[in-house]
């Protein structure tokens, strides 16, 4: 996912260099992120913390805490006829291991 437009820079991108960062600023200072409009600045500083905490796992159940939001597609049988996004899964909280 896309966390800084201005920047181009992914929630993968933070996680890859997370561990080797000691600070948000650090990673601000690698990536670029949050340095142009700042709009995305509470949500780069969640997901770098994210990934300091979890020693940067990528992955749907990951150590995140005690759950975890991943994207699945849905069965017929859910019967979801106006999904928002054609061709992705819809937001499911799962229960982190």
Do not use: N, W
Request: proline content about 10%.
């Amino acid at each position: 996912m896309i966390i800084c437009v201005c920047r181009r820079v992914s929630d993968r991108d933070i996680a890859r260099a997370a561990p080797g960062c000691a600070s948000f600023e650090a990673l601000q200072s690698v990536l670029g992120v949050a340095t142009a409009c700042g709009k995305c600045r509470d949500c780069a500083q969640e997901t770098f913390a994210l990934h300091r905490a979890g020693a940067g796992a990528i992955g749907p159940i990951a150590a995140r805490g005690p759950a975890s939001t991943v994207a699945v597609p849905p069965t017929p049988a859910q019967g979801h006829p106006q999904r928002p996004f054609p061709g992705r899964g819809l937001p499911v909280t799962v229960a982190a291991a």
